[in-house]
């Protein structure tokens, strides 16, 4: 979608706005290595996020540098139950980045990520609020 929007449609002026949050960027494993939505930080280039650019668009929106923003957060399809353990503390390793870095509301464009993570911050009651960057974009319509 952040693809989309950006360079096929080439929106310039979303014309969105959100309530004032403090927001964290979430850059799933697949979003960037696989649908290149943005650099890794493995990868020696141009540093560039997608979901970022557009989330700049947003009225209200205050995006949050987070020192870990492109790291695992442990889902990882069947990962996440072969390996649960590791899979919860990776889970919970992102959650702590974000809360540190005074993030309201973590995004992301995985909805699997999204859901793993939600799943963590509800059981351990965080105060931190998971949303899909659809549901951002969305909000001022």
């Known amino acids: 979608m952040c693809d989309f929007i950006l360079n096929i449609l080439k929106v310039k002026d979303l014309g969105a706005s959100f309530p004032p949050f403090k927001v964290g960027v979430h850059k799933s494993?697949?979003?960037l290595r696989g649908l290149r939505l943005g650099s890794c930080s493995e990868v020696v280039g141009p540093r560039f996020s997608y979901i970022e650019e557009l989330l700049q668009e947003v009225k209200g929106v205050e995006l949050m540098p987070v020192k870990r923003s492109d790291e695992c957060c442990g889902f990882g399809?069947?990962?996440a139950v072969t390996e649960e353990a590791i899979s919860v503390k990776m889970g919970k390793?992102?959650?702590k980045d974000h809360l540190?870095?005074?993030?309201?509301?973590?995004?992301?464009t995985d909805t699997s990520c999204l859901m793993h993570l939600e799943g963590l911050v509800n059981r351990n009651q965080q105060p931190l609020k998971i949303l899909h960057i659809a549901e951002i974009l969305n909000s001022s319509l």
Do not use: N, Q, R, Y
């Open 100 to 108: 540190e870095s005074g993030v309201e509301v973590m995004t992301a």
């Open 93 to 95: 390793d992102k959650i």
């Open 29 to 31: 494993c697949h979003g």
């Open 77 to 79: 399809g069947t990962f």
